[in-house]
């Protein structure tokens, strides 16, 4: 999917809701069997009562890998639950030196030979130009690059002055729009500082950020819709567990309804009031 | 494995080598299918003759995962070919929020609720604290947490000085210090800057140093060795093309064995060299 298509959607839909399918037995709704069955089940009733108000979907890997060997055939057969009308986002961080970015390109991007139903990934900045740019080469895929997270440890390395002035995630962002452009690279700031969250869309006015951390983890949609959407910066704003474990028992699919719901009719407000704005 | 038995087989096997297994059909030998069995046969071929002189294997996840959905049981099947005495590494360089990196630490970790083969995993710093502490909770394994890596994109961001004049890089292995010990935390330095691979080894006088980028991307054995190895500071350099391509036709075991012979001969001679010094 395109940066055009995924602004039409965008509008459409009247929502910039990214929905995470993170699923974790320890969470689960008590009705299901803990079985890959019982996941499908619930993975696909949340696709269904989520997709009407939902742009993006994001499928955090550790979750389909701590399932075994069978987690990874099991990942794509979620994403084939997904309509074709969405984004689909793996976010398994990954990045490594050039040649072997070149493999996790191919295990992300292509399906025997053909382009997959992910079209974006999200990737570590770490390693630099040549540890990203392998990701870059797929026409209409995306990476994610990570930027600014919203877990604490984002203080240890990422908040870090570098000596001309910068913080670390700024000068990620900075450095890497040599390496991709609007169409192709979109960054991954955490919702949990959202005057950082602001200082990212100063620096990168017209790329999709997507924002995760909203709810459980403590950021606030109002908060990252007022620091980063613009009329002509998107956002994709990346709620979990708010959703998925709204209820854990078989009240689940009701919940994760009303829960999507409420934030969509938030994103039309906000939406409605930003379009014609640019700043 | 810890740190004892790890020091007892470098001194046994008189080798510091890390032979790396990433299966790559774009370079494997002509004479074998390429097929899951044409990579089973090459890697029990490589690790056959490989192992007499190998003190760790490393598995790079990429060169799995493009393997398709049957590359992690592929993979797991790879690790069960190890004999019980060779430390053997993950690459799959990992990291996300803490609940995330549970289940990555889960995945690689255990198998069926108990410990898995695997004793390390490559880590990026990236996160922070919160990012990494999951993978030093299970007892006998460790975290190989990236710090200066073997690719020209390291200088983009780890190269870079910090207001208080350490690099990205230095300050990774700094402040990581207060997050595991030298029993479950080393550190990934690349072997093409030996000067830079110099001061990590001060920093982290004891930490065992795991050294990609000998041969085919430049570093050189004997000058890591002169940067890094003391009688206290373990290294392990990791060797991957140069062992498994060393031929690409049917004399591909024999080119692997006289590849390994050779970095052996030359490890034994700077042990005997280092053991007594300390500096």
Not at 6 to 25: A, T, W
């Amino acid at each position: 999917m395109n940066r055009t298509q995924l602004l039409e959607l965008i509008r459409r839909k009247k929502s910039f809701l990214c929905v995470g399918l993170d699923p974790d037995y320890n969470q689960f709704p008590q009705s299901l069997p803990h079985t890959l069955d019982g996941i499908r089940q619930f993975l696909s009733d949340i696709i269904e009562v989520t997709v009407p108000h939902a742009v993006a979907y994001k499928l955090n890997t550790a979750f389909f890998e701590a399932l075994g060997p069978d987690g990874w055939s099991f990942f794509w057969q979620i994403t084939e639950l997904l309509p074709p009308d969405v984004l689909v986002i793996a976010d398994a961080k990954r990045g490594d030196i050039g040649s072997s970015a070149a493999k996790y390109a191919e295990a992300f991007f292509l399906r025997n030979g053909k382009p997959s139903r992910i079209d974006a990934l999200t990737v570590f900045p770490y390693m630099g130009q040549d540890s990203v740019s392998p990701f870059l080469q797929y026409e209409g895929k995306w990476v994610a690059l990570l930027a600014l997270t919203s877990n604490s440890g984002a203080e240890d390395f990422q908040l870090k002055h570098l000596s001309r002035g910068t913080m670390l995630f700024e000068e990620v962002v900075l450095t890497s729009q040599q390496w991709g452009n609007i169409d192709n690279l979109m960054y991954v700031v955490g919702a949990t500082r959202p005057e950082l969250l602001r200082r990212v869309r100063a620096l990168a006015p017209q790329h999709v950020l997507l924002v995760p951390g909203i709810g459980h983890q403590g950021g606030s949609l109002a908060a990252v819709a007022e620091a980063a959407l613009t009329a002509s910066g998107p956002v994709l704003a990346a709620v979990s567990r708010s959703i998925l474990y709204a209820s854990s028992d078989n009240t689940y699919k009701d919940a994760a309804a009303a829960a999507v719901q409420n934030l969509q009719e938030y994103m039309k407000f906000v939406l409605n009031k930003t379009e014609g704005t640019d700043s």
